[in-house]
């Protein structure tokens, strides 16, 4: 069971349309338009910050990194991250002529930056993956006979078992590879043989992949392995062509984005019967404040205790490295737990001074 329950409808000022929409926290999102308009605003639509050299041409061209920075491709192709304090740096100059940035997504568990490309001169695409400093570091093209994966990537995000999902207009399909880039499935629309004509994506809690389809004027909602679950009707809210999407883990809210003006709506996602998307307002702020606090102020920490639960295969060994401190490769294999393992992490602090560890 799987039911999407709208919440609330905002006018967005500022823009002309919802082309593009990213998530800062559970009330405040960037939405740009068509006319290269990029704004940050809240539930009631108010315009709260604003950046004004942003490309107009390709779809999913901003995102937001770990630490609540906006990165967005600028007019000129270049890759740009502007810090809260409103401090401009180039992470990406554009080098990579005749291939043109269209889409960026930065990713909430490594911090890498994923860019879809385009040669319009070849009619193909790829996938860039970049450090949070802009080293180049993995290509996604080719599938595994050789065949190229993308011909118009215009939106890209990444999933919890670390799949890249890509929107590609030129396939008309969403392409869905793993994180060493091996092409896992491409989803091209319902059972029924509809087809698709995919636009802006999102991933929700339970790793489901929703897509904006402008043949269907639906959002489709997919699982993790490319079954096709069920579709969210925006027409029936005002919203005759969604577009863009951005999925808030909070709330467990998707925020729909219309083609044809300035309306979001925002849907309440029911699962299994269970409302898990409806927690009290004050609880939202306070998850929000904490956020905010580990985002920017330090403290010390002497003794901590920790279990990391999950599926099989979702990354818990992955973590517990990155945790320690030590950075795993793409292209590196982790061999799956057996079992229950034990790990600890000591380490001795005088007068706030780390003076040695230990890792068993």
């Known amino acids: 069971?799987?039911?999407?329950?709208?919440?609330?409808?905002?006018?967005?000022?500022?823009?002309?349309?919802?082309?593009?929409?990213?998530?800062v926290t559970s009330d405040r999102v960037w939405i740009s338009d068509k006319e290269g308009n990029l704004i940050l605003t809240n539930t009631r639509g108010d315009i709260l910050d604003s950046v004004t050299d942003l490309a107009r041409y390709g779809y999913g061209?901003?995102?937001?990194?770990?630490?609540?920075?906006?990165?967005?491709?600028?007019?000129?192709?270049?890759?740009?991250?502007?810090?809260?304090?409103?401090?401009?740096?180039?992470v990406i100059p554009y080098n990579t002529s005749p291939w043109d940035p269209h889409c960026v997504y930065s990713s909430p568990s490594t911090g890498d930056l994923?860019?879809?490309?385009?040669?319009?001169?070849?009619?193909?695409?790829?996938?860039?993956?970049?450090?949070?400093?802009?080293?180049?570091?993995?290509?996604?093209?080719?599938?595994?006979?050789?065949?190229?994966?993308?011909?118009?990537?215009?939106?890209?995000?990444?999933?919890r078992n670390g799949d890249v999902i890509v929107s590609d207009s030129g396939r008309y399909a969403v392409v869905v590879t793993d994180s060493r880039g091996r092409h896992r499935f491409s989803y091209t629309g319902t059972p029924s043989g509809s087809g698709l004509s995919p636009q802006g994506i999102c991933t929700d809690a339970l790793s489901h992949i929703l897509v904006s389809d402008s043949r269907t004027q639906t959002v489709h909602i997919i699982d993790k392995d490319g079954n096709y679950l069920t579709e969210l009707d925006t027409v029936q809210h005002g919203i005759d062509r969604p577009w863009s999407l951005s999925y808030d883990d909070i709330t467990r809210s998707v925020w729909v984005g219309s083609w044809d003006n300035n309306t979001v709506n925002i849907y309440r996602l029911i699962y299994g019967g269970d409302n898990l998307t409806d927690p009290d307002s004050d609880d939202i702020n306070k998850v929000d404040e904490l956020k905010k606090f580990l985002r920017n102020e330090k403290t010390t920490v002497s003794h901590a205790r920790g279990i990391l639960v999950g599926c099989a295969e979702a990354g818990k060994t992955t973590l517990l490295k990155r945790l320690r401190g030590k950075r795993q490769s793409v292209n590196e294999i982790t061999d799956s737990t057996r079992g229950l393992e034990v790990h600890q992490h000591l380490f001795i602090v005088r007068d706030k001074v780390l003076e040695g560890k230990n890792n068993f």
Do not use: W
Request: net charge positive.
């Open 114 to 159: 994923l860019v879809g490309i385009r040669n319009d001169d070849t009619k193909t695409g790829q996938v860039n993956r970049y450090t949070n400093t802009g080293q180049h570091i993995q290509t996604i093209q080719h599938d595994n006979t050789g065949q190229g994966l993308y011909k118009y990537p215009n939106y890209i995000t990444e999933n």
């Open 61 to 90: 061209v901003h995102t937001v990194t770990q630490n609540g920075d906006v990165i967005y491709i600028d007019s000129d192709f270049n890759i740009i991250k502007r810090s809260k304090d409103k401090v401009k740096t180039t």
């Open 1 to 23: 069971m799987y039911t999407a329950v709208l919440h609330k409808s905002v006018t967005v000022r500022g823009v002309s349309q919802c082309k593009h929409i990213t998530h």
